[in-house]
């Protein structure tokens, strides 16, 4: 017979991502118990004294939601429909040396004063392309923002120049003039073929 592993029931005393909120009851294994949680002091086991911290912590994770999501909707404000520009070292051809990531974004927004974290960033994948891009952001409490971003080459990108062909001028008598010339030669010239040794 296997042992199935327990899960513990935890009160958590900070908002934990892809776990819970403070105040919430969760359960989780015990190793991140052991070696995350209860190191950081973000959550204590769950009993009969600690449950009784619940409501308190629950109202204050109330509160707090009421102020962080004033703050990400002024932070919302100050990003949505702005454009950001950075600048890219490409090739002669326009292709970018490496990518544009969520921590070059962050370094780009703190250059502005704000503050807003890699977490944040709806970016699928790093941006490879230099041009305008468009990004979405999700702030505390879901609050949704975007902007726009204009990566710029470090280089003016030389396109190439289209040649027009030249045409040449139509010179049908000078033509006919060569060729005239050149049969004339061919009829000086004695044919080889019918002299003997």
Same mark, same amino acid.
């Given at each position: 017979? *296997? ?17 819970? /909120? ?11 118990? /052991? ?16 449950? /009784?911290? *619940? ?5 204050? /994770? ?44 962050? #370094? ?6 704000? #503050? ?8 699928? *994948?790093?941006?490879? *392309? ?68």
């Amino acid at each position: 017979m *296997q042992k199935q592993r327990q899960k513990h029931k935890l009160l958590l005393i900070q908002d934990v991502d892809g776990l819970g /909120r403070s105040g919430d009851l969760v359960s989780a294994k015990p190793g991140f118990i /052991r070696n995350y949680l209860f190191p950081k002091k973000m959550a204590v086991a769950a009993n009969q004294h600690t449950l /009784r911290m *619940q409501d308190k912590l629950q109202e204050e /994770r109330r509160n707090q939601a009421v102020s962080d999501k004033a703050d990400a909707e002024a932070l919302a404000q100050k990003i949505d429909g702005k454009t950001f520009e950075i600048e890219v070292k490409v090739d002669p051809d326009g292709h970018m040396y490496g990518s544009v990531s969520t921590l070059d974004l962050v #370094h780009l927004f703190e250059q502005e004063g704000l #503050h807003v974290e890699r977490k944040n960033f709806l970016l699928g *994948q790093t941006i490879k *392309q230099i041009g305008t891009h468009t990004i979405k952001i999700k702030l505390k409490e879901d609050v949704p923002a975007s902007f726009t971003l204009q990566i710029n080459s470090d280089i003016e990108i030389l396109k190439p120049a289209v040649v027009e062909p030249i045409e040449q001028p139509a010179v049908p008598e000078k033509a006919e003039e060569a060729k005239e010339k050149v049969e004339a030669v061919k009829e000086e010239v004695p044919s080889k073929k019918g002299k003997k040794k």
